[in-house]
């Protein structure tokens, strides 16, 4: 079995308070460190990996991404999916081959840019072509924006979700979605719904009782290292 073979095989036939909980690594230290505690598969954050390498979020060049990525592939021995942003402008097919070349499974693509939502029926095209240029060699984790950047409406997530599904999604992430909609949410969602939760929020078992098939967190595990490592170097002073 390919990885992404393995990698989309986590995502289905999962009871309700277990749902596939990623940790996102930032470099290939902390890929190591996730795949040795067992985890079977690991998703990047582009913040966390913008942090890593010095860059504010949204703001690190394609090359370096997916560089990064590259990396923290070549690292471990578990599936890896690469959270890509919008795709850094490049052609669905460019886009597709960049992340192959990197050795990652899966993408994350957000339907927004600039704080902006995109119009859903041309990125649902976009994801169209996309996933035409992908195959089934890449799990498609489509991001929904409506709670960061819309009016927060549950319907509109909904519509979106289902148009990135029928243009082959295979993952729909409604991004900031609180706890308390994801029952609606996933009765309203044809396939995985990708869930992003707090290090001190509501448990990932919980989440999956929720709704959620897998659970992310951003760039929330980076943070949480460099805060600890804050504390280390204040002893030393």
Not at 91 to 103: N, Q, S, T, Y
Not at 177 to 196: E, T
Not at 209 to 227: D, K, S
């Amino acid at each position: 079995m390919s990885g992404v073979e393995r990698f989309r095989a986590l995502h289905h036939g999962r009871v309700p308070d277990d749902p596939l909980v990623l940790p996102g690594p930032w470099d290939a230290a902390s890929a190591r460190v996730f795949a040795d505690a067992g985890f079977p598969a690991l998703a990047t954050p582009s913040a966390g990996v913008a942090a890593s390498l010095g860059y504010a979020d949204g703001e690190t060049p394609a090359a370096e991404m997916f560089a990064a990525v590259a990396r923290i592939v070549r690292a471990v021995d578990v599936p890896v999916s690469a959270d890509v942003e919008g795709g850094y402008g490049l052609a669905p097919k460019e886009l597709v081959e960049r992340l192959l070349e990197a050795g990652a499974v899966g993408c994350n693509l957000e339907d927004s840019a600039g704080g902006v939502l995109k119009d859903p029926e041309r990125h649902a095209e976009w994801l169209a072509e996309v996933r035409n240029a992908a195959a089934d060699l890449l799990f498609v984790n489509a991001r929904v924006d409506v709670f960061e950047y819309g009016d927060g409406d549950p319907e509109r997530v909904i519509e979106r979700a289902a148009l990135y599904v029928d243009a082959g999604a295979d993952c729909v992430y409604p991004i900031g979605a609180p706890p308390g909609v994801l029952p609606l949410l996933r009765s309203g969602i044809r396939g995985p719904v990708n869930v992003f939760a707090r290090l001190d929020g509501v448990p990932a078992a919980e989440l999956g009782e929720l709704g959620a098939t897998r659970v992310t967190f951003g760039p929330g595990l980076q943070r949480r290292a460099a805060a600890a490592l804050g504390d280390i170097a204040a002893e030393l002073r």
